[in-house]
């Protein structure tokens, strides 16, 4: 792809009205890169998140020429809360996406999904006549462990507050650290797009605290999602954090070894050092294994990928 030069270093900050239960809410999205691109890629954030996370791997992506849309899902970030707990459910955010994607005016999106953000990905991969192209999963795949989740839903069944946005920075640098080595920006940026003011004074987190709904019954046995993956037909590029204790080493060898994607040859698999759950992808090293699998050199589209398991070195 040829290299376009885009000096932008802030986001088309764009809403859109989508219909779920409860009524229409506001779902924001970040935009980089030029309007009437080519290709359009869509990065979608873990549970407690939002699409600022991919900052710095969108304005990478924008300079080749590309559209990135990061969105916030329904009660994180500028996206509205939705009006019950119960309304955010994997159908709610399919919804909110297939929306977002109506709303783009493309036939085809690639999807880079952290987490939760992976799961969604495998929902709408797994659909016929799917729009999604490529898919990145960054540190998801088709069995998730439960003692990981138990984790998570005890982080989001907490009500956090904070003094200042640099307390809340230094709790993301505890909590996060298996993101990877950041740099203090990195941070500051992570910390600055995670805070929201508190109404007794101080900071709490963007998210509607009623996410941690869904993880209030302790999940005792692994998700298993064989039904999604072994529908995915595109090319797949799965990212673990060497680290990891959502995706285990032996789910990335089965899923390298079952379903279309992978008989087809279309699946490589990539193991990120000194990170664990999950990958910023701020990383040099991980944005350039990223841009390799989104636009293979003397490839073609069809078949481009390869079945394989290898290791990132550290940058």
């Known amino acids: 792809m040829a290299r376009r030069q885009d000096n932008t270093t802030e986001p088309r900050i764009r809403q859109l009205s989508v219909l779920g239960r409860g009524g229409f809410r506001k779902l924001s999205y970040a935009e980089w890169g030029p309007a009437k691109a080519t290709r359009t890629v869509i990065c979608m954030h873990g549970v407690s998140r939002t699409g600022r996370d991919f900052d710095v791997l969108a304005q990478a992506l924008a300079a080749e020429g590309v559209r990135v849309v990061a969105p916030d899902l329904p009660g994180r970030g500028r996206s509205e809360w939705l009006a019950n707990p119960a309304h955010y459910t994997d159908r709610a955010y399919t919804s909110a996406l297939s929306t977002l994607i109506a709303r783009l005016d493309v036939e085809q999106v690639d999807w880079i999904g952290t987490s939760l953000g992976g799961h969604i990905g495998m929902m709408l991969a797994s659909e016929s006549s799917t729009p999604i192209r490529r898919l990145v999963l960054?540190?998801?795949?088709?069995?998730?462990?439960?003692?990981?989740?138990?984790?998570?839903?005890?982080?989001?069944?907490?009500?956090?507050?904070?003094?200042?946005?640099?307390?809340?920075?230094?709790?993301?640098?505890?909590?996060?650290?298996?993101?990877?080595?950041?740099?203090?920006?990195?941070?500051?940026?992570?910390?600055?797009?995670?805070?929201?003011?508190?109404?007794?004074?101080?900071?709490?987190?963007?998210?509607?605290?009623?996410?941690?709904?869904?993880?209030?019954?302790?999940?005792?046995?692994?998700?298993?999602?064989?039904?999604?993956?072994?529908?995915?037909?595109?090319?797949?590029?799965?990212?673990?954090?060497?680290?990891?204790?959502?995706?285990?080493?032996?789910?990335?060898?089965?899923?390298?070894?079952r379903g279309p994607a992978a008989m087809a040859g279309q699946v490589t698999v990539v193991e990120v050092p000194e990170c664990g759950h999950a990958p910023a992808l701020m990383d040099a090293a991980q944005i350039a294994v990223i841009k390799d699998f989104l636009f293979p050199a003397g490839a073609c589209e069809a078949g481009a990928g390869r079945s394989d398991r290898s290791t990132l070195a550290s940058a």
Request: aromatic share 10%.
């Open 138 to 257: 960054n540190d998801f795949g088709a069995r998730v462990s439960a003692r990981a989740l138990r984790r998570i839903g005890v982080y989001l069944g907490k009500r956090w507050r904070f003094e200042s946005v640099d307390e809340l920075e230094a709790h993301l640098r505890d909590i996060h650290a298996p993101f990877g080595k950041l740099t203090d920006e990195q941070w500051r940026h992570l910390a600055r797009h995670s805070a929201a003011p508190d109404l007794a004074g101080g900071f709490r987190f963007h998210f509607d605290p009623a996410i941690g709904m869904r993880f209030a019954i302790p999940i005792y046995l692994d998700v298993v999602l064989w039904q999604l993956w072994d529908k995915i037909d595109c090319p797949v590029l799965l990212l673990r954090g060497e680290d990891s204790d959502l995706l285990s080493q032996s789910t990335t060898r089965d899923m390298l070894n």
